[in-house]
């Protein structure tokens, strides 16, 4: 056992205490020689066999785990696993000076108050960090050797020694019965020397509940800052996909949906209307899922024919011919159209939007738009947003093309689509290409029944795309010509296909 799974133990289970110190504020200390207090977190299952509980974490239970983050350092030891119980511990090394130093003063008037604070053990947003990132599989529900298991509700119990609850006890249990947990929160005092000191703002949490491990990580993600009522870091709006990213599931039923919205977004009470609005409006999407990734895969099965710069040449040809000067790529991947579409003439703003902040990372690198001319650089913007939300971004454009897309959306979301882009946006010009599945056929590397790209969630044929065209048309005043792009086959058509809707 490690000295970190040792120091966790002396948490988890008291009789294996020896003496113990706690601070004045109520923070464990839990043997004399530690340096300083820290941040903890278990997770405890006797679902069996309980060291599954690592492969769901994909954390080894024999190993120890360290991130680094720029407030401190995390580890993740195992004080306990066998088949029988597994606990996963999940200690943060918070560094107040560092902090201090990296970030000037935060919270405090009281210069003091810089350094003799109780950031370093109050379990609060630095953990919720700490979870969306060494848990991140986990919470984005994969585990590759126990797939079956991530959608299981199993037993499991969290315990949090020292939780900051704005609010009092009540406010744990309100936020946390709701979603089926049994909640223990002992206050605890301010000294354990004087009791007439009364009892301090933190309490002892424990959570029990028959849930699945990524329900689990994502109600602690969501709501240690919301307990805390304070979050360490600068809220923009990127923290509404977060947050509805890690409560799609959940929150829009949460009777107390308004005080977590409200204290997740520190209490900027534009940014808490939008996502209340986004929550309780649309319906909600999993953006994990949605997060396709456009890799090399779909561009190997299709280069023999290069269809990718078919399609190109076909999108802007369509573009050109609408005469558009304000066109919307969605879900822009890495901007090649972008780039074509700001070479065309005629064409005078162009804005790219995709949900992957990683692929407009990619984009704004391929464009250099940190080094381009200001003339060109005002024609251009990239933004992180969802096709499947109404987004007041996306209104005002003459054409929206939408390349290669609705098939990395979950068939369910596709309405939510067609609301936001041909209800809300609504451009005189949208055009959409998708496979045409017929053509699979065609590519030899492809075996057969296998869609192109593996995020590919269908792929139509050209009856069920027309189909569809047809009735998003008839739905929103649109009138729809279908086409193909790529070496038309007499018996399965085009290998894309195309669909330029006007209005
Ligand atoms: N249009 C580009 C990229 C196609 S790959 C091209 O033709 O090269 C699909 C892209 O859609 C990915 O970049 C993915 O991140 C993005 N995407 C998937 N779901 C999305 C959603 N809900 N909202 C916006 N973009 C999405």
């Excluded at 601070?23 to 903890?40: D, V």
């Excluded at 089926?180 to 509940?209: C, H, K, M, N």
């Excluded at 561009?299 to 369509?318: F, G, H, T, Y």
Aim: glycine fraction near 6%; include cysteine; charge should be neutral.
């Amino acid at each position: 056992m490690t000295y970190l799974a040792f120091l966790a133990l002396c948490i988890v289970r008291p009789t294996f205490l020896w003496p113990m110190r706690r601070c004045p504020t109520g923070a464990a200390a839990p043997c004399p020689t530690l340096r300083r207090p820290f941040m903890l977190l278990t997770i405890s299952t006797d679902h069996r066999p309980a060291t599954d509980l690592g492969y769901l974490l994909h954390k080894n239970p024999s190993t120890h785990h360290r991130a680094d983050f720029g407030f401190g350092r995390a580890h993740v030891v195992y004080p306990e696993a066998s088949p029988e119980r597994c606990t996963a511990a999940v200690v943060v090394d918070v560094d107040p000076v560092g902090l201090v130093r990296r970030r000037g003063p935060r919270g405090s008037d009281f210069s003091l108050g810089q350094y003799v604070n109780d950031r370093p053990y109050a379990t609060s947003s630095f953990m919720s960090v700490v979870l969306g990132k060494v848990f991140s599989t986990a919470m984005a529900g994969r585990s590759k050797e126990r797939p079956e298991l991530v959608e299981q509700a199993i037993p499991l119990n969290a315990r949090l020694p020292v939780t900051p609850c704005r609010g009092g006890e009540e406010v744990a249990h309100r936020l946390f019965e709701p979603l089926g947990y049994e909640v223990t929160a002992q206050a605890i005092p301010l000294d354990l020397r004087f009791a007439e000191w009364g009892d301090s703002q933190y309490v002892d949490l424990t959570l029990t509940a028959t849930v699945t491990l990524k329900g689990l990580l994502e109600h602690l993600f969501v709501l240690l800052p919301v307990l805390d009522d304070d979050k360490h870091y600068w809220v923009g709006p990127d923290e509404i996909d977060k947050l509805l990213r890690r409560g799609g599931d959940w929150l829009s039923e949460h009777p107390e949906r308004e005080l977590i919205t409200r204290r997740y977004l520190r209490h900027d009470r534009q940014l808490a209307r939008e996502a209340l609005s986004r929550l309780t409006e649309e319906e909600l999407e999993d953006p994990e899922e949605a997060e396709a990734r456009y890799d090399a895969q779909e561009q190997a099965v299709e280069k023999p024919i290069n269809l990718n710069q078919q399609r190109l040449d076909a999108v802007l040809r369509a573009v050109r011919a609408s005469g558009a000067c304000r066109v919307l790529d969605l879900g822009c991947g890495e901007g090649k159209l972008v780039g074509e579409l700001l070479r065309a003439q005629g064409i005078e703003r162009v804005v790219g939007m995709d949900v992957s902040v990683r692929m407009l990372e990619v984009a704004a690198r391929r464009l250099h738009l940190d080094t381009m001319a200001p003339s060109q650089r005002a024609r251009v913007d990239l933004f992180q947003g969802s096709l499947t939300y109404r987004d007041a971004r996306l209104v005002g454009f003459d054409a929206a093309v939408v390349v290669e897309v609705i098939e990395h959306l979950d068939p369910s979301r596709l309405g939510s689509f067609e609301r936001a882009v041909f209800g809300y946006a609504r451009p005189s010009t949208v055009i959409v290409t998708t496979p045409n599945v017929e053509y699979n056929a065609r590519f030899v590397s492809l075996p057969a029944g296998a869609f192109r790209h593996r995020d590919h969630r269908f792929e139509w044929t050209r009856a069920e795309f027309a189909n569809w065209c047809e009735q998003i048309s008839t739905r929103h005043g649109y009138t729809v010509v279908p086409s193909g792009i790529g070496p038309e086959d007499a018996t399965v058509g085009a290998p894309t296909q195309m669909a330029v809707f006007s209005r």
